[in-house]
């Protein structure tokens, strides 16, 4: 858990600007899968489905055409809920979240030491805008109250369980992020008691029961394996021919799991001829 209470005040101003920054083409305070749209603003995203692969996402940052430029890798094999918290993710590496931190005054070694938990706050806190997270986790805490299900500053697990399933359908997150979420605006209660409930395939075995029944159509989607190129593709390809690295074969393959068509227009209006000598190399 991340203690530096400066350094969490400064995510939240962080995330005000980034919000006024954008908010002609994003103005909704709950995000959801529209984060990809914003990650496309800010990188060339590329979904694949890595079934068994322990990577989530990373971040890269690349020349390309003399320029700087983020490239972002989302695995499709994950839940949707998964790959929106990765998409969080990595907007928080590639906005410079650790060097605005610095910039305010955070001593850049607790930056460095914390720089995973730090974007993973980032993330949770864009996703999961703490005042209409409060507000609805109050609203749901008077409706258990009003069921007998809590009070006094107590609640049944099962309770707990179903509030979790509701705010991750709503917000689109892993349920290991609402339950951070819990603590970090105050709702909930110990670390270990956090960790208690993560780790107990009871409690998970119930939550999952009650996605079921409540029917939360957002979580129970499949993952999408989706597997596409942002807009930049063109010129991506079109760098790769002219790179003597990548052979002919490589790329026609590539070419066929994105399902590109090998003779696809160039952003700035020329064609990538691939069918010829690119491809004999
Ligand atoms: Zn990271």
Partial sequence: MLDNISAIELIKQFICCKREEYKESFPNLIIRDDIFGLLERNAIVVYYPLADNEIDGFNVVRMLNGKKV?????????????????????????????????????????????????????????????????????????EAERDGKAGKGRIRKNELLSIAAFLMDKYLVPFKAVMQRFIEVGFLMSEAEVDGILESKDDLSTLKEIINVESYSRLLVPPSKKKSIGDNLAVLVSNCLNDSDVNGHNLSFFCKEFGISLNDRLSDGGLIDVSGDALKQ
């Avoid at 930056?111 to 974007?119: A, F, P, S």
Wanted: glycine residues 4%; negative net charge; hydrophobic residues 45%.
């Fill in 70 to 142: 983020n490239f972002v890798y989302i695995n499709t094999a994950r839940e949707l809920i998964k790959q929106v918290f990765t998409a969080a993710h990595e907007l928080g590496h590639i906005w410079k979240l650790d060097e605005y931190l610095i910039s305010k005054g955070i001593d850049s070694q607790y930056i460095k030491d914390n720089e995973e938990q730090l974007m993973n706050r980032f993330a949770a806190a864009f996703l999961m805008d703490s005042d209409v997270f409060k507000h609805d986790v109050g609203e749901k805490l008077l």
